[in-house]
């Protein structure tokens, strides 16, 4: 199945789960995945958030950032990934003088978070 984001509807979304400015992106979705197109201006980030249904991973297009995942930093550029497990929680700044352009996919999993980590669902 091709995917193509340019003839896909873009968004833009302020502080993008608590960051900073804005968050420009072109998502398909279906039952299992979503498949993102982001743009990060400089100086732009995703808030710090928690995958309890879903992990991430992100591939770098162009630019640099730094990715925060369970509070190890680590920087990014063009050409590598970034793997948000399960359970985990991260954010993401661009840190460079580009915009910061990247692939996210979210696959869900069909697991309960509260039970994976031995905690009661309220």
């Known amino acids: 199945m091709l995917i193509d984001f340019d003839k896909i509807v873009h968004s833009t979304i302020e502080n993008f789960r ?5 968050t420009r992106m072109a998502m398909y979705t279906d039952d299992v995945n979503r498949i ?3 743009t990060l201006r400089p100086g732009a980030s995703i ?5 309890t249904t879903s992990s991430e991973i992100i591939f770098v297009i162009t630019g640099s950032g730094v990715m925060t995942c369970d509070g190890v930093e680590e920087e990014l550029r063009a050409g590598l990934c970034s793997y948000c497990p ?6 993401l700044r661009n840190s460079g003088q580009d915009e910061l352009v ?10 309960d978070f509260e039970a994976f980590n031995g905690e009661e669902k309220e």
């Open 18 to 22: 608590g960051g900073e400015k804005n």
């Open 47 to 51: 808030g710090l958030h928690r995958h």
């Open 86 to 91: 399960f359970g985990s929680e991260h954010t």
């Open 36 to 38: 993102m197109k982001v």
């Open 102 to 111: 990247f692939y996210a996919v979210v696959p869900e999993h069909d697991v």
